[in-house]
């Protein structure tokens, strides 16, 4: 995938694994004996069963730690490997980047024998975000283009399993809604390169509203605002597992 060529160079130092997050995904898949990670990035997540990654940018493989499962640089949508290769497939905060979200899940479905894991969000749930709601709806609504409903994803899965991943408040992967308690850490540009929708949106789209951020910050008013996230150790952002068995 040609964008995250250009915008995942720093994957490595702001998507690092949340280790609770991590827990409910290994959850989710069981006990596998194998597993093959499908739009797997820098290799988050990935338990030790993966037998192969398989990821289109080789900006992303390049960034996979020493002794990771090797990759194969190859997209979703058409993956060059037998049928039912293994036991489970996984494929987290991907989908909707997918070019064609048909194809992907059947090739996920074709590849695993037993169960397929997806990691995505509720776009309804989402989007309601202080983030988006309150300051990027103009990116929010350039991101709905991309956002996936759950219940399509259900669908096209055979059925699943919907699981809520809450969000801890000093969640170290650096995904869009991982900072909601720790606003700041949206005006940092490293931040930012590492969350798609800032990295695919405009700059004219996101200065405006980033300016108001740090404009409530200064003032305090948004802490005033949202004082009642100052002292909660998690929410639901939205994000959700899907556990399809086959």
């Known amino acids: 995938m040609a964008t995250y060529d250009s915008i995942g160079a720093t994957y490595a130092v702001t998507r690092r694994p949340d280790p609770r997050i991590a827990a409910r995904i290994h ?32 900006v992303m493989i390049a960034q996979r730690p020493a002794g990771s499962a090797p ?5 979703a949508e058409s993956i060059p490997l037998a049928d039912d290769s293994a036991d489970a497939a996984m494929a987290l905060l991907t989908v909707h980047h997918w070019s064609d979200l048909e194809a992907g899940i059947g090739e996920l479905r074709r590849i695993a024998r037993r169960r397929i894991v997806v990691l995505t969000f509720d776009p309804d749930v989402n989007h309601g ?24 994803l259900v669908t096209l899965l055979g059925g699943a399993r919907i699981e809520t991943v809450p969000i801890p408040h000093d969640c170290t992967d650096g995904f869009l809604a991982a900072f909601w308690r720790r606003p700041e850490a949206y005006l940092d540009p490293q931040v930012r390169a590492g969350i798609s929708m800032f990295a695919q949106t405009g ?11 740090s404009d409530d910050l200064s003032s305090g008013r948004w802490h005033q605002r949202h004082a009642d996230l100052l002292d909660r150790e998690a929410v639901d952002a939205g994000y959700r597992l899907l556990v399809a068995d086959l």
């Open 129 to 152: 975000f202080w983030l988006l709601d309150e300051y990027l709806p103009e990116a929010a609504a350039c991101d709905d283009t991309r956002a996936i409903a759950v219940d399509r």
């Open 203 to 213: 700059d004219e789209v996101i200065r405006p509203g980033l300016a108001r951020l």
């Open 27 to 58: 959850r989710a898949l069981g006990d596998p004996a194998t597993v093959i990670n499908v739009g797997a990035g820098t290799g988050s997540y990935e338990p030790s069963q993966t037998v192969l990654a398989v990821e289109p940018s080789s």
């Open 71 to 75: 990759a194969l640089e190859a997209a």
